[in-house]
């Protein structure tokens, strides 16, 4: 028990979270419920979504208002991914090796291959003239007349996640990247070499597997995916400018597999995935908080994208045609009641939090109620009812929960939700269990 605890406190201390934040997160109306897959901010204002649903979706008043460019087009694929080299100049992938190019934040003309048609899963805008993009079966498909023509190249036996770049150094440009589940390739944009493709060691193991690389300005890479099998755990990979090899961080971070980064600056990166976790480090990838959602969703669908301008400003989308945006990073440290809560009635933070084995459950009611009292864990997944919608009379309760799920089993090390609905509305609050 005690060696249990005590690897549960080196874990907090690695993953450093916020008892009193509550989420900056604000959940938007996207207009569509398929997946998104792919989203890209090209400044404060304005961002691009693509979906699995055929759309391709642009807002300039951040977010409050999508417009779904593809309303007009009576013929368009599933698409994968989305990138912008700047206001006028971008790109969304799908499948069948459709490649739409937009300017000026209309569709301005579309490519598609027809020699192999692969699905195209990933894009890299270089310049307004030099794009690559990422298909499945490990090829490379690149342009130099904005998408008109393409040559073809296969560097790897895995499709091709996800494309990025270095900071251009002198004569040499653009340091190319690009990743597949189990290896990343490479080469310098301007010499003239081969892509060289090198297996990554941490992503060898059974069920694990990379999903989506960015770089700093500084040249730090960040490579997020899935570790382990039934269960996945997420994985987070480094590598700094100076580094030879990509190292694991953040092994302890109470969550599951991440799907998207985005590193905003050399400090601030963020990452999402399974769950609707978003997590955040603002120290260069030594430490990360999960940054907590909007409690009006639950389960709350997987995050599959994610894109910051800067460090505060930024949209994340997933399935359901989810889209968030925040505005400040995502944390703040105010009072964590539902917004808006209604003042009779009162959910207590649980205490102790953390706990172990056992924690109270306090909330107080100011009129006769209906009332219910659930666990969920962190994907949204009903653990236990402590209160079954019971009526109960105006007061003061507290009840105690023994970390054990409805079956009786002993629930996990991980953030919890507890979530207490009445005749008046519901609050939610959060509890972090330590083994």
Excluded at 185 to 198: G, H, P, Q, Y
Excluded at 421 to 435: E, P, Y
Aim: charged share 15%; proline share 5%.
């Amino acid at each position: 028990m005690k060696e249990n605890l005590l690897v549960s406190l080196l874990t907090l201390s690695i993953f450093a979270w916020s008892e009193d934040a509550d989420t900056q997160w604000v959940l938007q109306n996207s207009g569509i419920d398929s997946a998104l897959t792919g989203v890209v901010m090209t400044d404060t204002m304005t961002a691009y979504a693509v979906s699995r649903g055929r759309s391709i979706l642009r807002t300039t008043d951040r977010g409050d208002t999508w417009f779904d460019l593809t309303a007009p087009l009576s013929y368009v694929m599933p698409w994968n991914a989305v990138d912008f080299y700047d206001s006028a100049n971008g790109m969304a992938v799908g499948d069948y090796g459709t490649v739409f190019t937009i300017r000026g934040g209309n569709m301005a003309g579309w490519c598609r291959h027809t020699t192999y048609a692969p699905d195209c899963y990933s894009v890299l805008y270089v310049d307004p003239s030099d794009i690559y993009v990422g298909a499945d079966s490990g090829w490379i498909y690149h342009s130099l007349d904005s998408g008109r023509t393409w040559s073809s190249e296969k560097i790897s036996e895995w499709p091709i996640r996800s494309l990025s770049a270095t900071t251009p150094i002198a004569e040499w440009g653009y340091t190319l990247y690009a990743l597949t589940p189990y290896s990343i390739c490479s080469k310098l944009e301007n010499a003239a070499l081969s892509w060289t493709e090198r297996i990554i060691p941490a992503l060898q193991g059974p069920g694990t597997a990379a999903y989506d690389l960015a770089f700093t300005n500084q040249g730090t890479g960040f490579i997020v995916g899935a570790g382990g099998d039934l269960w996945a755990s997420p994985l987070i990979l480094r590598k700094l400018a100076s580094d030879t090899s990509w190292v694991t961080v953040a092994s302890g971070i109470p969550s599951s597999a991440l799907y998207a980064v985005s590193a905003p600056s050399n400090d601030v990166i963020y990452a999402c995935g399974v769950g609707g976790s978003i997590v955040k480090s603002t120290d260069g990838g030594d430490t990360w908080t999960l940054n907590l959602l909007p409690y009006t969703v639950l389960p709350w669908p997987t995050l599959r994208a994610i894109s910051f301008i800067d460090e505060k400003h930024g949209f994340a989308a997933g399935g359901s045609g989810t889209i968030l945006y925040t505005s400040n990073g995502g944390l703040t440290n105010i009072d964590a009641r539902e917004p808006n809560a209604p003042n009779n009635f009162v959910l207590e933070q649980n205490y102790p939090n953390p706990f172990n084995p056992t924690t109270v459950i306090s909330y107080k009611l100011s009129a006769v109620s209906n009332v219910t009292l659930k666990i969920y864990d962190i994907l949204g997944r009903e653990v236990i009812t402590l209160v079954d919608g019971g009526r109960q009379s105006a007061g003061q309760y507290s009840l105690r929960w023994d970390g054990t799920n409805r079956r009786g089993e002993r629930a996990g090390s991980g953030i919890y939700y507890y979530q207490l609905t009445t005749d008046n509305g519901t609050q939610t609050k959060k509890a972090v269990c330590l083994r």
